[in-house]
Nanobody
Framework: HVQLVESGGDSVEAGGSLRLSCVVS???????MAWFRQAPGKERQGVAA????????YYAGSANGRFTISQDNAKSTIYLQIDSLRPDDTAMYYC?????????????????????WGQGTQVTVS
């Protein structure tokens, strides 16, 4: 069984940065893991994905170079660095995991592609 616990969300001013963390309990290596975000009244959208234990990374077209996904295998943790925060980045950010390393065609992937989810961490930008 996989459990995901996010942290790092905060209320920040536009232009600031945040690093979100997702600690994974259970099998960590060779999984496709991702960050999604959901703003009020909107669908959950993929931001970035990574294959744990590998170098594969994927970003949504809207990431615009401001989002960086990374991993620390020793800590079974993935991160999402968000720079130059904007008010439209305000959302609940979720960590998600698959049972395999297939991240699919990332720009077509929807939330249903992932089996495991964390509880989310709120990012508010003003």
């Amino acid at each position: 069984h996989v459990q995901l616990v996010e942290s790092g969300g905060d209320s920040v001013e536009a232009g600031g940065s945040l690093r979100l963390s997702c600690v994974v309990s259970g099998y960590f290596s060779k999984r496709c893991m991702a960050w999604f975000r959901q703003a009020p009244g909107k669908e959950r959208q993929g931001v970035a994905a990574i294959v744990t234990g590998a170098h594969n990374k994927y970003y949504a077209g809207s990431a615009n170079g401001r989002f960086t996904i990374s991993q620390d295998n020793a800590k079974s943790t993935i991160y999402l660095q968000i720079d130059s925060l904007r008010p439209d980045d305000t959302a609940m950010y979720y960590c998600a995991a698959r049972t395999d390393s297939d991240c699919g065609i990332w720009h077509l992937v929807t939330a249903g592609y992932f089996r495991y989810w964390g509880q989310g961490t709120q990012v508010t930008v003003s």
